[in-house]
């Protein structure tokens, strides 16, 4: 789940049984289109939390 971390507003969301970095990429992919409307480079300063699980560290996901 991404959550706006000031409005506590869920700005993309998916469900999975597995913890492939797919699902978790595809969920950040929901988030930037519904904030920003693109998935292109955003010049605006993002600051991203997460525990430090393998999935958030994985190239499919920090490259998204």
């Known amino acids: ?24 990429e595809a969920a950040l992919e929901e988030a930037l289109m519904h904030r920003f409307g693109t998935l292109g480079l955003i010049y605006l300063p993002l600051t991203r939390k997460s525990d430090n699980g393998l999935v958030f560290s994985s190239r499919h996901y920090t490259a998204t």
Do not use: P, Q
């Open 1 to 24: 789940m991404i959550i706006d971390c000031c409005t506590r507003e869920i700005l993309g969301w998916r469900l999975s049984d597995n913890g492939y970095s797919k699902t978790a």
